[in-house]
């Protein structure tokens, strides 16, 4: 078997088209709730928790739902046709409420917005293994994040294109070719997967190679409790996790302000620095993937957020913009990349004598009430004590990451090395 690069390709439309308006969220929003609405840091950040709050409970009834639809375009395409035709529709009330100053309009459409979002994201991620050969499914996972990774930088793209240096600038231009992106991309999406075909091709396929789904013998160890140092082990790893996102997402939640505030970037600016982090950490899987092969998993991940604590760190002493920013922001793209390759197969490792299921919820519910947190705690910082807050409040959490991951003592089993380059791309999200 072969995996069909083409189709992975076009399947990955519908991610690309979820990652496109991601980047334009979390960077444009915080602005136009400041600079239009004049909204201090405190409610912005609360604002931008929505996403993640609304997330805990819409992914996965979303995802469960789709499971169980039988339509005649698939059980996934209808929720994913659907949802982002409704946020198509409603991004248009963005600008509009931006222009004639209307918060009410503005909150309202964005809480819709956010709802329709969270509908279809879940079945959008299950589409490939729907459609893809379990053995193949690494290699295709991989290029499901780089598709993800393209709609990220071509909104980066957009934003510097569009916004520009205006303090005050049209958003109009800016929300449309986003909204277009999404559109055309799931349009393309629909006319060239036919969903129930290739499912019915993937399982005639997967009998015919001798692949039999064969139920996982039961885990003696389900619904026991982890042994002592396990759990511990687990307790300490997923605080990591809770950690590391705090730092990483007060950044890029804050960043766009801080550029604006503290070193004078006007407009889009700051999209050159996102931009070069986004690229380094799309090529840094591939070399993350030989050292976590060679030092473990728990050392790459130790590095990788000791780097990300010092970049931090380093930019904090700067008053204004300078050039070097890029290189920070370049390491800081593979810093962030170590630690998602090697984070969640740790705690995947660590599950393996108990429940996987529950322990993998964990996992999520920690990093999503992380970055549920952050916002609200860092917003409170920059607006009550300042800007210069943003920075030095990541490094204390990424101290308090190394501290937690230090105390890890299981899941750091050395991966095998992958073999091809591609499947180093192979991350969750």
């Not at 069909?4 to 519908?14: D, F, M, P, S």
């Not at 909150?107 to 379990?134: E, H, N």
């Not at 600016?269 to 976590?292: E, H, K, M, N, W």
């Not at 760190?313 to 090697?342: D, K, Q, R, T």
């Amino acid at each position: 078997m072969k995996l069909n690069y083409k189709r992975t390709v076009l399947i990955g439309l519908a991610f690309m088209s979820i990652s496109a308006f991601w980047q334009m969220y979390d960077n444009e929003i915080p602005k136009i709730l400041k600079n239009t609405f004049g909204m201090g840091e405190t409610l912005t950040g609360a604002i931008m928790a929505i996403d993640n709050i609304l997330a805990l409970f819409l992914l996965p009834i979303f995802g469960s739902l789709s499971d169980k639809v039988n339509t005649k375009i698939g059980r996934r395409m209808p929720f994913i046709l659907i949802g982002t035709a409704l946020t198509c529709a409603l991004l248009v009330i963005l600008p509009i409420a931006n222009h004639t100053v209307n918060l009410p309009l503005f909150v309202g459409g964005l809480f819709f917005v956010l709802i329709c979002m969270g509908t279809y994201r879940s079945p959008a991620v299950a589409l490939m293994p729907d459609l893809t050969p379990k053995p193949l499914r690494s290699k295709a996972n991989a290029v499901i994040n780089l598709m993800g990774a393209v709609g990220g930088v071509f909104t980066l793209i957009l934003i510097k294109l569009l916004v520009g240096s205006s303090t005050k600038p049209n958003y109009f231009p800016l929300f449309l070719s986003v909204g277009a992106v999404m559109a055309i991309s799931v349009i393309v999406l629909y006319f060239t997967i036919k969903e129930n075909k290739l499912r019915k091709e993937r399982e005639e396929l997967e009998i015919l190679e001798g692949i039999v789904e064969e139920e996982e013998p039961a885990n003696t160890n389900e619904g026991q409790k982890l042994p002592k140092d396990v759990f511990r082990s687990l307790c300490f790893i997923l605080l990591s996790v809770a950690f590391w996102f705090i730092a990483y997402n007060a950044v890029t939640t804050a960043f766009s302000r801080y550029a604006e505030q503290v070193w004078g970037l006007e407009g889009g600016g700051y999209a050159d620095c996102l931009l070069v982090a986004t690229v380094a950490a799309i090529i840094s899987y591939i070399p993350i993937g030989s050292i976590a092969s060679n030092i473990g998993r728990k050392k790459t991940i130790i590095i990788g957020v000791a780097l990300l604590g010092g970049c931090f760190f380093a930019a904090s002493l700067f008053n204004e913009y300078h050039p070097v920013m890029v290189v920070f922001f370049c390491i800081i793209g593979f810093a962030w990349a170590a630690i998602g390759v090697n984070s969640y197969p740790m705690v995947v490792e660590i599950a393996s004598a108990g429940d996987v299921g529950k322990y993998t919820g964990l996992y999520y519910t920690f990093s999503m009430t992380a970055q549920v947190i952050t916002p609200i705690l860092s917003g409170w910082l920059l607006e009550n004590v300042g800007y210069r807050t943003l920075f030095p409040y990541s490094v204390v959490f990424c101290i308090l990451a190394i501290i937690t991951m230090s105390q890890v003592r299981h899941g750091d089993s050395k991966p095998a090395k992958k073999k091809s380059a591609l499947e180093n791309l192979d991350v969750d999200d």
